[in-house]
Nanobody
Framework: QDQVAESGGGLVESGGSLQLSCVVS????????MGWYRQAPGKEREWLAS???????DYAPAAKDRFIISKDDDKKTIYLQLNSLTPEDTAVYYCRGGVLYWGQGTSVTVSS
């Protein structure tokens, strides 16, 4: 069964870091560009970063200097390292495979 499942969210103090994980079924992992998105309360979902099957990464301006996307081919897992977090980073973070496959999201709350 094709699936995308995020984990790693939680409560962190301003300035802290978190690493989010996204476990992906093999067919999706091999075939599609994987991306991380987030949706803050009352805001539209926004793209943060993507990584290709070859490992090429691309970032939105909001993520470029503080977030790092990576992957582990053996574990079929995508990661998003979140650094220097601020309360404005509070959101539900989603993993996406291609255009069709979304996870349920993992919530990140940054306290001031």
């Amino acid at each position: 069964q094709d699936q995308v499942a995020e984990s790693g969210g939680g409560l962190v103090e301003s300035g802290g870091s978190l690493q989010l994980s996204c476990v992906v079924s093999g067919s999706i992992f091999r075939s599609y560009v994987m991306g991380w998105y987030r949706q803050a309360p009352g805001k539209e979902r926004e793209w943060l970063a993507s990584i290709t099957s070859e490992g090429g990464a691309d970032y939105a301006p909001a993520a470029k200097d503080r977030f790092i996307i990576s992957k582990d081919d053996d574990k079929k897992t995508i990661y998003l390292q979140l650094n220097s977090l601020t309360p404005e980073d509070t959101a539900v973070y989603y993993c996406r495979g291609g255009v069709l496959y979304w996870g349920q999201g993992t919530s990140v709350t940054v306290s001031s």
